[in-house]
């Protein structure tokens, strides 16, 4: 197999990360991220995009805080066995659905006038906040190892304070909902998640 072209990524390939592999298609490509699926849209596998140098943080670093914060929604995370030469980190499927999707935002947007998608939607705002509230607070630790203490860009902390995990990009496209847009079922993408020491549910 060829190197990986960031610039030109193929339509189709494969990767292999320890014993998992995955027959892939691009599904959408970003100065920040290139991300492929397989063909039953179970697994969906990011690499680096076309500027190779990580806003915020490496894709093993996504991959510890995704572990950490979504427990279960990584598959596999490394090098790819097969060739490509570039790391690749696997999640599965998000469970929910995104805002536009879901069942109760749609009828909002039937209905006569707008006012009721707009409810939804600032619903949808408010849950997402504290889905990312509560991730912190179920995350937050007085003790993280070498690892962890560098990882997400935020040098000169003292060890031995406490931090959670802050998910820093929190868009409507990262969150997926029950079909009434009652609950949170899955933040995605943490590629820009830090250690922070405070955080306030309306950050």
Not at 166 to 180: K, Q, Y
Not at 196 to 201: E, I, K
């Amino acid at each position: 197999m060829p190197p990986f072209s960031r610039t030109n990524p193929p339509r189709t390939l494969k990767i292999k990360l320890g014993k998992d592999e995955f027959t892939l298609t691009l599904f959408a490509t970003s100065r920040q991220a290139i991300v492929y699926v397989d063909d039953e849209r179970k697994h969906f596998a990011k690499t680096g995009g076309r500027n190779a140098v990580p806003v915020t943080s490496t894709l093993a670093d996504e991959a510890m805080f995704t572990r950490k914060a979504v427990p279960g929604l990584v598959k596999a995370y490394g090098i790819d066995e097969l060739g490509s030469g570039v790391d690749w980190l696997v999640t599965l499927a998000a469970k929910g659905w995104s805002l536009q999707d879901a069942a109760a935002f749609k009828r909002a947007k039937e209905a006569p006038g707008n006012v009721g998608k707009y409810v939804v939607a600032e619903r949808a705002a408010r849950l997402t906040v504290a889905k990312a509230y509560e991730i912190f607070q179920a995350t937050f630790t007085a003790e993280l190892d070498d690892s962890e203490d560098d990882a997400g860009g935020l040098g000169g902390r003292e060890r031995g304070k406490g931090r959670g995990i802050s998910h820093g990009d929190l868009t409507p496209w990262n969150a997926f909902f029950d079909d009434e847009v009652t609950r949170v079922e899955t933040l995605i993408d943490w590629g820009k998640a830090q250690w922070m020491p405070t955080l306030t549910p309306y950050e």
